[in-house]
C-alpha cells in the first residue's frame, strides 16, 4: 500500500474520498466531495466551478460552508469574481496545477478595498489552497478551499493533500463534461411523489409547502417533532425551527444561481429514533424544473438510534469519547466542536485517536460501520 504519510488522512480515507470524487462524476453529488476536503484540511468552506466561457451560467457549481454567512457577500463575489486579487495568480495557472494562493500573494495588503472589506472579510477567505481543474479555451473549472485570517496558516500536508487530489478532481470534471449525465424523471414532480421510504418536501424561501409526498402527509403531523399549519412546514423546538427559517431562505436564494450545497439538522425522536433533515437548493437541472419561484429540496429521513450504553461500554470509552462519537454520528465535524466542547481542535483528535483504538478502526469512515452494528 503507498505510504501517504505526508497528508493529513489515513489511506482508508483517502482511497474512500478519491472513489467519492468518480462517483460524483456520474451522479452530479459533489457536496460529500467537499465536505470530506474541508474537513480533512480544516477549511471554512469550499467552492468548486465547471463554465462554458461562452454561456452565461456554470454547467456546475458547488459551495460548502461551515459558517453562517452574509448571502449579500456571497451574491457580491459571484458578480466580482475577476476583481478577486487572487484571479491575477490563478489566471496564468495551467490546467492540473494547484496553488497554495498565499505563497503568492499577501492578500491582508488589499485592505481597505472594496473587495477585501466587502467581500473577503466577511467570506473568511483570506487563506487559499486551489486546483486548476479545466482550462482548454472553452471551459473553465476549479476547486478552492479556504480559511480565514485568524486561523492557522495551511500546512504542508494540508497543501500535500490538494496537490494529490487535483488530478483525481481534474479526471473526474472531464468525465462529468463529457456525458453531462443528468438522472432526472421526465417530471420532476413525479420522481418526489414515488419516493415512500422518506419524507420529501419542496418549500419556498419562507417554509410554505409546494409539493411534498405521501410519506411526508402521513408521517410528519404525527411524529409531534413537527407542524404543518397553514401549509408551512415547521419544528415544534423553537431554537431549531429557527434553524430550520434560516435554511429555508439560504438554500431558495440558491436556487435558481446553480450552486449546490447542503444543510442538515439532527433531530432526537421518540423510542431511540433519530431525525435528519437536510436541505439544498432546488436546482434546474436539463431544464425540467417545473416551480417558477426559487425554492428548496427538505429530504427528512427517520433513523434508529444507537445503543449508546451498550456502545460506551463495550469500548471503555470515558464521558468526554462517548460525547464525541455521538457528535461525530450526528454528522458534527471536529473543528465545528472546538466550541462545543471548549477544547482545541488537537485536543479533540487526540480524543479522536483514543476512540480509534478502543474500537479498533483507523478511520471515522470505519468507526461510523462499526456504530451501524449498535442500532436499535
Known amino acids: 500500500m503507498t505510504d501517504h504519510s505526508d497528508i493529513n488522512l489515513t489511506n482508508a480515507d483517502l482511497s474512500q474520498l478519491i472513489g467519492d470524487i468518480y462517483d460524483a462524476a456520474l451522479t452530479s453529488e459533489w457536496v460529500g466531495v467537499l465536505d470530506k476536503i474541508i474537513e480533512a484540511t480544516q477549511s471554512n468552506k469550499a467552492f468548486f466551478f465547471l463554465q462554458k466561457l461562452d454561456e452565461p451560467r456554470p454547467l456546475l457549481s458547488e459551495f460548502k460552508i461551515n459558517f453562517d454567512y452574509s448571502m449579500d457577500a456571497f451574491n457580491d463575489y459571484q458578480n466580482r469574481v475577476f476583481e478577486d486579487p487572487r484571479y491575477q495568480v490563478t489566471k496564468n495557472a495551467i490546467e492540473g496545477e494547484s496553488l497554495n494562493l498565499n505563497d503568492h500573494i499577501d492578500i491582508t495588503q488589499h485592505k481597505g478595498s472594496y473587495f477585501y472589506d466587502n467581500i473577503i472579510e466577511p467570506m473568511r477567505s483570506h487563506q487559499s489552497l486551489a486546483g486548476q481543474l479545466i482550462r482548454d479555451g472553452n471551459y473553465e473549472s476549479v476547486y478552492v478551499v479556504n480559511r480565514g485570517l485568524d486561523d492557522p496558516k495551511y500546512s504542508p500536508q494540508d497543501f500535500n493533500l490538494i496537490k494529490l487530489l487535483t488530478p483525481h478532481m481534474l479526471r473526474a470534471v472531464h468525465t462529468f463534461k463529457s456525458l453531462q449525465l443528468y438522472k432526472h424523471y421526465a417530471s420532476i414532480s413525479k420522481s418526489i411523489l414515488d419516493q415512500t421510504d422518506k419524507g420529501i418536501v419542496v418549500c419556498d424561501k419562507a417554509g410554505r409547502i409546494i409539493l411534498s409526498n405521501q410519506f411526508t402527509n402521513e408521517h410528519l403531523a404525527s411524529c409531534g417533532q413537527f407542524s404543518l399549519e397553514n401549509n408551512r412546514l415547521a419544528l415544534v423546538d423553537k431554537a431549531q425551527n429557527r434553524e430550520l427559517n434560516h435554511y429555508f ?29 437536510s436541505l439544498s437548493p432546488f436546482r434546474d437541472r436539463g431544464g425540467r424544473n417545473e416551480f417558477d419561484t426559487p425554492c428548496c429540496l427538505v429530504t427528512i429521513t427517520f433513523q434508529r438510534s444507537l445503543n449508546w450504553e451498550l456502545f460506551s461500554n463495550k469500548f471503555g470509552l470515558t464521558k468526554r469519547e462517548s460525547q464525541l462519537v455521538k457528535a461525530i454520528y450526528s454528522k458534527k465535524r471536529l473543528n465545528d466542536l472546538v466550541s462545543v466542547f471548549n477544547v482545541s481542535y488537537n485536543t479533540l483528535r487526540t480524543h479522536l485517536q483514543s476512540i480509534f483504538r478502543k474500537t479498533d478502526v483507523n478511520s471515522q469512515t470505519e468507526l461510523m460501520i462499526k456504530m451501524n452494528m449498535f442500532k436499535g
Not at 249 to 277: H, N, P, R
Open 249 to 277: 431562505s439560504q438554500c431558495a436564494d440558491l436556487s435558481f444561481k446553480g450552486i449546490g450545497t447542503q444543510e442538515s439538522i439532527v433531530i432526537d425522536g421518540a423510542d431511540d429514533e433519530m431525525i435528519i433533515v
